[in-house]
């Protein structure tokens, strides 16, 4: 059975940067897409970034295009998204998900972490 902990939330200022990282058990990562989603209390879950099993995979949201990188490490079956210039409309609960092909659909993915906040102030 796969675990996902999610990990390294905190609290930030405006144009600050942070990382947060997902340790997988259970089944080799290398087999799955990776991804990372964001949800706000009382809205739906929001794609932020995936990546497919090859690292020149990968796709992600507009409102976070060239501030956000996801990167994985199978060797050590974890996957990480390096925040930069971060803003107060980042501020969400960060979830990382295992699927089986890269979607912007939270359905589409079978295994999820508990979640880290990552709260930005301005």
């Known amino acids: 059975q796969v675990q996902l902990v999610d990990s390294g939330g905190g609290q930030v200022q405006a144009g600050a940067s942070l990382s947060v990282s997902c340790a997988a058990s259970g089944a080799p990562f290398s087999w799955y897409v990776v991804g990372w989603f964001r949800q706000v209390s009382g809205k739906e879950r929001e794609f932020v970034a995936g990546m497919g099993r090859s690292e020149n995979f990968v796709e992600y949201s507009d409102s976070v295009k060239g501030r956000f990188t996801i990167s994985r490490d199978d060797t050590k079956n974890a996957v990480y998204l390096q925040m930069n210039s971060l803003k107060p409309e980042d501020t969400a609960v960060y979830y990382c998900?295992?699927?089986?092909?890269?979607?912007?659909?939270?359905?589409?993915?079978?295994?999820w972490g508990q979640g880290t906040q990552v709260t930005v102030s301005s």
């Open positions: 998900a295992r699927g089986p092909y890269i979607s912007v659909s939270a359905r589409d993915y079978d295994s």
